[in-house]
C-alpha cells in the first residue's frame, strides 16, 4: 500500500486497529521479562486467537508483533541476527490469523536502550538498525507488511525517521503516522 492508497482507504472513515497486544499476550500466558516475538512464535495460538478476536470486533488493521524485533532490542536475548526471519514469520503469523480483508502493519518503536543524538556512531548504530528491520518488512514477498507504522517513538526516534524517509521513500515505503485527520505525513 502506497501513501495515496493508504489516503484514500482512511479518507471518511474511521478505521479500527488492534490494542493491548502485550498486556493480552500476558493474560495468554506470555510471562513478563521474555522476548515477545520469541515468545509469540513459540506459541502461535495465542496471538492468532488474541487477533481473530480483533478482527471478529471489527479491526480495519492489526499489528504484527514486531514492536521490539530490531537488532539492538533482541540482543539481549541473543537474537540480534534473527531480524529478518523473526520479522517476517511475525508477520506472516498475523496474515493467517486474520485472513484477507484486514491490513497487518509491521509495528516498529524503540529499541529500549537510549542514544545520545549528538554520538553520530550510536545515531549511525540506531539507524541501521531501524533500516534493517524497515527492510525486513518490505514488499513484495508474501509475507511482508503491508503497513509499517512506528509507534511510541521518542523525539530521537522521530528524528531518525525524519532523516530515514527520503532513504525509504526512494523504494516506495512510506511510515504512516494516523493523524486527527487521518492523512499521513
Known sequence: MNRKEFEIWTRN???????ATGSNLMKAGMPRGVCTESWVLDHPEALTALQQGYKTA?????????FCA??????????????CRMNRELVALSK?????????????TTTGK?????????????????REQAEALMPPERSSAKLRLPCTMPTILLLFFSSLSHFLYK????????VRNNVCQ
Do not use: K, W
Open 114 to 130: 537510549p542514544a545520545d543524538p549528538e554520538d553520530s556512531a550510536a545515531y549511525q548504530l540506531l539507524f541501521d538498525a531501524y
Open 70 to 83: 530490531n537488532r539492538i532490542a533482541l540482543a539481549s536475548s541473543s537474537l540480534e541476527g534473527e531480524v
Open 96 to 108: 493467517q490469523a486474520v485472513g484477507s480483508g484486514i491490513l497487518v502493519a509491521g509495528d516498529m
Open 13 to 19: 472513515h474511521i478505521r479500527l486497529m488492534d490494542g
Open 58 to 66: 471489527g479491526s480495519d488493521m492489526v499489528y504484527a508483533p514486531t
Open 171 to 178: 523504494r516506495y515505503i512510506c511510515f504512516y503516522y494516523i
